[in-house]
């Protein structure tokens, strides 16, 4: 191998590498560099300092809302993949020439943003509204009772605004399925119930693992949906961090809880992805073994 | 191979660069100033004045103005030649002030150059630098109409860097078809509303007006008086009493009809559609408070933001403002327009309101261990 072709992957490497450095590494850094200093912003400013007690700072009296955090993302989480799975089947094997339409369906939200969509459910779930009579009516609701402003809207609100990247990675993945795979599985005499167990499931994995990174990393730092559809109670540790920075402008201490909280989903998707196996991570792996 | 040799220099060179550039942005930026806020170095300026023509941004509160086609920016226009970019997009003065200090400090407004904030954080914002001071020969209308008893306030004794926008009071809104006997502070705290109260998020509007129902004197509270206040209102936000804690949103739940009852602001009627709903003096007294134009550091075309000030303080222009947001002009004058036009609002108390209607009202206090009680506040805040 000539050294040209041994550096076209560096190469290659190059303009992706450049955008980590630049919009990920250098940021790190700042906010490192940050997450040390001491100081008040209106008195003389954050000095430099080794602060490092604004770590475990930053993490006193935050614990609940740290764990409301991994509750409101996870149940958005499955909710999102059990509503997603069916979907993205349904328009992978059996939507024929809807296909299209359905896929279009799915990301036709984005034309209108995040922030917009949400304040609309504001209205669509205010307490008055036809929605949230029929939900007392069938008393999902009590009487009295109400869905703005509590954890379900939250946790509603996280479900759908994050539900597409449930259903994309999904429906890539379930659409190159092998669908002779499952023909042969029934021929050996498997159950409908079996073969998805065993063969679709499994085939899938891919997907759901991509879609679950995608659904909870975003859903738990989230802060949005907590501030418009949540009441009292139910801040996320996101609007904590919004809080420390915007409002009480102790940005070291701010810094501090970011970087720990990104440590702590890092830690939590590794664990993940070391339970879910590495090959599936990887794609076709699997895919290709089973063929 | 010989070709080859030399491309293969060039990526090495490429990638070379690339890290050079890096290491560029990560050396420029420690070369750069090592103190992260502290306030502005550079010495205090004076808003120039001069022809007007341009373009003008006003950064203010929502509800705070006609910005419609026959509104006062409107008419600003029209007669100025300048085009006016006027955002509502001020909902709390430290969500605010905490969203623009980092361009401030680099003598940067975002393209600004009106803000819209209340006396302290005036008064925070210039003693950081971040303000330039105003020259009273700009301003001949303003300091002719200038209601008396806002011409020397404490905050800024001699009108350097701040001119009254609108004053108002922080009371109680109530839907008289709902809660028709909501008239203290402390009703708010009444089981029979459970979720059906907001608070606003404002550390010196909220646990103040609760300290007044109970007696205390805010300006004159310690700080276990003010964590006292701030303890009840935490124990009623984790009992679900309190649905929310709001900026300017308490309008839009009063309006879809999601509460009963809210602290609010006096003059948010033209944000309210709900004809039940009105704002009430609490039993045990209000907090009032003044807003202030202000120029920032870095403000474009200072010599329109200037000539804007001037315009609202015609009387002619002030009585329109005073119509639509229903708060406290600082100008004079109004009251006798208004007269004329024969508009109810002359009568009102909560537009012009008497000292006898205010004598149990305080101003916005600031509690002495400012940080200590603001931790304890933004902790209930994010419950």
Redesign the interface.
Known sequence: MSLKQRLVPYWLLGPGLLWLVVFFIVPMYFMGELALRSGSLTSGGFVFSWEWANFPDSLSGHGDQILRSFFYAGTATVLALLIAYPLAYAIAFRAGRFKLLLLFAVIAPFFTTYLVRTIAWKTILSDDSPIVSVLQTLTLVPQDGRVLATSGAVIAGLTYNFLPFMILPLYANLERLDLSLVEAAKDLYSSSRQAFLKVTLPLTMPGIVAGVLLTFIPAFGDYINAQLLGGTQQAMIGNVIQSLYLNQRDYPEAAALSFLMMALILAVVVLYIRFAGTGAFMGDEDEETAR | ?DT??T??RG??L??AS?VAL?AL??GL?ACGD??????SSEKVTTAKGGPVSGELTISNWPGYIDPGPKGTVAEFEGKTGVSVDYIEDIN?N??F???L?PQLEQGESGGRSIFVVADYMAK?MY??GYLQEIDHADLPTVFKTLAPSLESPGFDPERKFSVPWQGGMTGIWVDTSKAPEIRSVNDLFDPKYR?KVTML?ELRETPALVMLAEGVDPATASDEEWLKAIDRIKAA??S?Q????TGNEYT?DLT???IVAAIGWSGDASLIENKNAEWRMPTEGCTQWSENMVIPVGAPNTPAALAWMDFVYRPEVAVDITEYVEYISPVQGVKELLEKRGSPLAESEIVFPTEEFTSKCTGQNTPPDL?RV??AW??V???
Do not use: P, W, Y
Request: glycine share 22%; charged share 25%.
């Open positions: 191979m080859g040799g491309r293969a990526a090495v490429a990638i690339a890096v942005i990560l930026a090592d103190t992260v806020g502290g306030g709390s430290d969500g002030f905490g969203k200090q925070q003693d950081l979720g998020e936000a984790e679900g309190i649905r929310d804690f839009e879809a009809g999601n940080e603001n931790e933004q902790d805040l994010t419950g």
